[in-house]
T-cell receptor
Framework: DSGVTQTPKHLITATGQRVTLRCSPR?????VYWYQQSLDQGLQFLIQ???????AKGNILERFSAQQFPDLHSELNLSSLELGDSALYFC??????????????FGQGTRLTVV | GENVEQHPSTLSVQEGDSAVIKCTYS??????FPWYKQELGKRPQLIID???NVGEKKDQRIAVTLNKTAKHFSLHITETQPEDSAVYFC???????????WGAGTKLIIKP
């Protein structure tokens, strides 16, 4: 167990809908990262938050947004869903002091299926 | 832009033999290079990492080497075992140091 909790584990929804994925980082970790992993693909970095503020942005679509709350949990919102958004979404956290040169701990992921 | 190239995409080795996976990075400012292992259906987990002030690091059967001049680093697994079968990802810290730049992954298959 990495200490990073993601909910839900599985999500099935229809095209055009909106979903929210939730992530609770390890106790004491200030940084949260979101990744998308499509079937048999690599890890695509979406966005990073550090202590409530957005720190880095990757290839995140405009239909996607995220935030980190004062208690440091984070939510990833996916809207106007398309079939191609079906993927495994990982959240990771690290102590980060603003720098990504420490170990990142991944959650178990949320598998999103858009039908 | 910043990128990390990882080769090969698939590697099949006989159990007991060694496996080597190579990554090349583009940003000379990168200073942290972790390797993650992802077993089928599971989350990525850190197996070893190296910082730019070190040329080599070992942990039992696993070692990582770094050549800063050539901007490449490699993962070496000796005496491979069936449980080493997984996808391995390399990464390098980005210029901003706020993110990692990931390689595309190597699927390692250990043949019995």
């Amino acid at each position: 167990d990495s200490g990073v909790t993601q909910t839900p584990k599985h999500l099935i929804t229809a095209t055009g809908q909106r979903v929210t994925l939730r992530c609770s980082p390890r106790s004491g970790d200030l940084s949260v990262y979101w990744y998308q992993q499509s079937l048999d693909q690599g890890l695509q970095f979406l966005i990073q938050y550090y202590n409530g503020e957005e720190r880095a942005k990757g290839n995140i679509l405009e239909r996607f947004s995220a935030q980190q709350f004062p208690d440091l949990h984070s939510e990833l919102n996916l809207s106007s869903l398309e079939l191609g958004d079906s993927a495994l979404y990982f959240c990771a956290s690290s102590v980060g002091g603003g720098s990504m040169n420490t170990e990142a701990f991944f959650g178990q992921g949320t598998r999103l299926t858009v039908v | 832009g910043e990128n990390v190239e990882q080769h090969p995409s698939t590697l099949s080795v006989q159990e007991g033999d060694s496996a080597v996976i190579k990554c090349t990075y583009s940003d000379s400012a990168s200073n942290y290079f972790p390797w993650y292992k992802q077993e089928l259906g599971k989350r990525p987990q850190l197996i070893i990492d190296i910082r730019s002030n070190v040329g080599e690091k070992k942990d039992q059967r696993i070692a990582v080497t770094l050549n800063k001049t050539a901007k490449h680093f490699s993962l070496h697994i000796t005496e491979t075992q069936p449980e080493d079968s997984a996808v391995y990802f390399c990464a390098a810290s980005g210029r901003s140091n706020y993110q990692l730049i990931w390689g595309a992954g190597t699927k390692l298959i250990i043949k019995p």
